[in-house]
């Protein structure tokens, strides 16, 4: 009789013949920068998530370097907003002075700008606007100086989200004639129009004052779109693709790292997290087999990168294994 049973017989037998494994280097954790001075301000619809100033770094950045993380996604959150988000692109912006302080105080962090209008308009919208009518073209020279920008204040990977058709070859374009040919872009190429964004808008103030981002967005619904969304951006230069939300859409990662041939990120994003977090909380699961589970299953679809606010958590649990 073939007995499959033969190769789950201990933990041993199970590490042995393990298929798909986790690593600290292919975890990324987001972190939010806001101004003023001793500032840690709990995000509450995210447990264990804060808004830092960056007199408060120094702490997060020790947890992190203990933990054994590297890489970290920054969003700022201006005081000052806009109609034309012009903090997202000043060289004293919130996100350019926590950049160079971070990478003064820990050079050896990798750190990725997340490009995008959002949090420094007035209106909330990725882009420029007119009345209700999101501008894309109009919006590409600012998404190119504002990541120019990051790069000049030392970001090592620059990583558009705004959804604005054309981005990836424009900052691609600024990048290179402002010497920074090297800075590689991960391209939110497939950032669909969804509901699990609720906790992140209130941690980084930027929910849209008007309608919604469904225009400019990817539909839910659609898959293949999301291919020609990757193909599109593969044209234009980006070097790492990315599936955001994560686990509703496992699929179209699947079919993404079957398809291209270049690293795969996933956002393992804010609603997810608070999913997981507000079920642990009233004792409905096992937090740290739940978060295994579903970084796993990240994993097995294709991914590469793990973008996820549960980094250092995984990163501790795997220090125990």
């Avoid at 955001?244 to 079957?258: E, F, I, N, T, W």
Wanted: hydrophobic letters at 40%.
């Amino acid at each position: 009789m073939r007995r499959m049973r033969r190769l789950r017989s201990s933990g041993a037998m199970r590490s042995l013949v393990q298929e798909t494994r986790i690593h600290r280097q292919q975890l990324v954790y987001p972190i939010f920068v806001t101004e003023g001075e001793n500032m840690k301000n709990p995000v509450a619809s995210m447990p264990g998530i804060f808004q830092y100033s960056i007199d408060r770094l120094d702490e997060l950045c020790k947890e992190i370097r203990e933990r054994g993380v590297q890489n970290l996604l920054i969003f700022g959150i201006p005081a000052h907003k806009d109609e034309r988000g012009s903090q997202a692109y000043a060289r004293d912006g919130i996100t350019q002075r926590a950049i160079r302080y971070l990478k003064e105080q820990n050079p050896e962090f990798l750190v990725i700008a997340d490009v995008c209008l959002c949090e420094y308009t007035s209106h909330g919208h990725c882009g420029l606007v007119d009345g209700c009518h999101i501008l894309n073209d109009e919006t590409l020279p600012l998404l190119t100086e504002m990541s120019v920008s990051l790069a000049k204040a030392g970001a090592d990977l620059i990583a558009p989200s705004d959804m604005m058709d054309g981005r990836v070859a424009a900052i691609r374009r600024g990048l290179d004639a402002a010497g920074f040919v090297d800075i590689p872009i991960m391209s939110y190429s497939a950032k669909y129009a969804s509901g699990y964004y609720g906790p992140f808008r209130e941690a980084a103030h930027s929910a849209p004052g008007f309608g919604d981002r469904k225009t400019y967005q990817m539909d839910p619904p659609n898959v293949r779109e999301a291919l020609r969304e990757m193909e599109a951006d593969i044209e234009e230069g980006a070097d790492i693709l990315m599936v955001k939300p994560g686990l509703a859409y496992l699929d179209v990662l699947r079919a993404a790292s079957q398809r291209f041939d270049y690293p795969m990120a996933v956002y393992n994003v804010s609603g997810e997290y608070a999913m997981v977090k507000a079920a642990a909380a009233q004792g409905w699961i096992d937090e740290r087999r739940i978060v295994m589970e579903n970084m796993l299953a990240m994993k097995r679809a294709g991914a590469d990168i793990i973008i996820t606010y549960h980094a250092l958590d995984v990163a501790g649990w795997l220090e125990d294994e």
